[in-house]
Structures are given as C-alpha cells and as structure tokens.
C-alpha cells in the first residue's frame, strides 16, 4: 500500500516534470507531434480560406508574422497581414488545399515545405483562375505549446500567364 | 611544476569539450557569428553568379537541398541544383545582390530573409532584364561547424509583366 502510494506520488512528479500537467504542452514538442500539428493547421487555414474565416485564420498567426506573397512586397506584422488577407478573403471564392511534404523541428522552430493547389474566382465575377503553388512556413513554438505561424513564403510552380 | 601541468591537462581537455580545438567550430554555433556567416556567404553567393564559380557555389550548398525557384517546380538534390545553376550561370550574365534584413539561429537550423536585387543579361543578346526579389534560405549546420544552405526559396516584389 506504501509502495503503491510512493509510486503514485512519483509517478505525478515524472508527469510534471516532463509537462504532461493536463495541457498536453510535452505532446507538441516531439517532431511527429508537431508535423501532426502542422498537418492539422494547414487544413484549418484551407477550410478559414474556404469560409472567410479570418478571425479563426488569424488566430494562428503570430504578432511579428511576415508573409511573403509572390509579386508584392513583404507583408510585415500582423495587423498588415489581416489587411492583406480581409482583401483577399473578400476579393475571391477561394479553394485551397495545402499538401505538406516535409516537416522537421528545431527546437521552438518548426519547417514546413510543400504544395499548394489554389482556384480564385472572383467574387465580382469572373472566370476562376487556377494556380499550383509550392511554399515553406516556418512556425515558432508559444510559451504554452501550439506553434504559430511566424514567416511565410509562396511562389508559382508554373511560369505566369504571358511570361 | 606539478599543479600547472595537471592545469594545462585541464585546460585542454576543456578546449577539446568546447569543441575550440584550433578549427573555430564554437565561434560559428552563436547567432552573432550566424549572422556574420550568412551575411558573408551571401555576398560570395553574389561573387560566384557574377563570375559563374559554379563551384565555389555548390561548395555552399548541402546534398539534400531544395531550391525552390519561381515559375517552375521544387529543385530537389545537390545533382538537380548543380544542372539548375549550370543553365542559370551559362544562359545569363549575372549581377545579383542579396541583402539580408534578418538571421534566427534555432539549434542548428539558422533562418535569413531578405531582399534580392538581380539583372539578367542574356550571353545569347538581349536587354537586361532587372528583378527585386525576397527570398528565405535556411542553412544548417555541419558537423565541422560551418553553415550550408539547405532550403531556399525566392519570388518577386512586383508583378510579372503583363501579369
């Protein structure tokens, strides 16, 4: 009965210790934890896309993200990022569908490359427009455990129309 | 005489546990000398597309590298990135000049953003043709300490023409 009791006790000191305190922080710190994590997030931001979900969308996404979108400048800090996208979002019907091929982790950063396959079809009418697109996002680990989206880079897998 | 041999035994097994064995290896593992490495391989990368030291470049560059070029498909493997500058270096003349506005040292991962500004002139005749660009390349760091680039991406602050 003591023993069991002594086990108990250090068996609750081994999960503290290692931050398994409830809020699952030590699951999203092993790489295949967080290409899970990833896997899950890229699908989220493919359904925010889908639905104009800014809010939900943005919540992934750090204060000090910089997105770099092909053809215009850096687009640095949060706020200019939910400008870019509240134009997006409301210019387009847009289809997206993130395809991770690679995920590895470094310690609070966390790499992801892949595909992208996209259709905008203009909300003020239009034809839709197709774009297959590869990109890499990096991601920073927050202080209780979810990654974010911290950096983001995209560009054409194919040459543009005409050029 | 005794006392300051056991030190100088000490000293260099703590010299060899720092890894300052003569070679540097420690000096490049803070994000200073990080950044101070990438600023300084960056503007050999500049050298070696101004001279087409396809050599002197691919020196840089890790065998399990991805260049992810706009308008075409990822570039995957040392071998496929040696034939990709090989047609870049042969096809143009080259003034290409990274500016990097941005270093982050994760473990052995070490992240640079920036700017890019390129003019291509066709060896076969033709206008130069002037591109400003971003681009992320992520290094990583080799057993011997210096960094090597592992993944990059690039794409355009304007619009294509036409486009």
């Known amino acids: 009965m003591k023993t069991s009791r002594y086990c108990a006790t250090q068996l609750i000191a081994l999960l503290v210790l290692a931050g398994c305190g409830g809020s699952g922080d030590q699951a999203v710190r092993s790489p295949e934890a967080d290409a899970v994590s990833v896997s899950n997030m890229v699908a989220e931001f493919?359904?925010?896309?889908?639905?104009?979900?800014?809010?939900?969308?943005?919540?992934?996404?750090?204060?000090?993200?910089?997105?770099?979108?092909?053809?215009?400048?850096?687009?640095?800090?949060?706020?200019?990022?939910?400008?870019?996208?509240a134009n997006f979002y409301g210019t387009f019907d847009i289809e997206l569908t993130h395809d991770v091929l690679e995920t590895h982790t470094f310690g609070d950063a966390v790499i992801a490359r892949g595909n992208a396959a996209q259709t905008l079809t203009p909300k003020a009418g239009g034809s839709p427009m197709s774009l297959s697109a590869k990109f890499i996002l990096v991601f920073r680990r927050q202080p209780k455990g979810p990654l974010k989206v911290w950096r983001a880079i995209a560009n054409a897998n194919t040459p543009p129309p005409g050029g």
Chains 1, 2 share one sequence.
């Open 46 to 85: 493919d359904r925010c896309a889908r639905e104009g979900d800014l809010e939900a969308f943005l919540s992934h996404v750090m204060d000090d993200v910089v997105w770099m979108p092909p053809g215009e400048p850096a687009v640095v800090g949060k706020q200019a990022v939910r400008e870019w996208y």
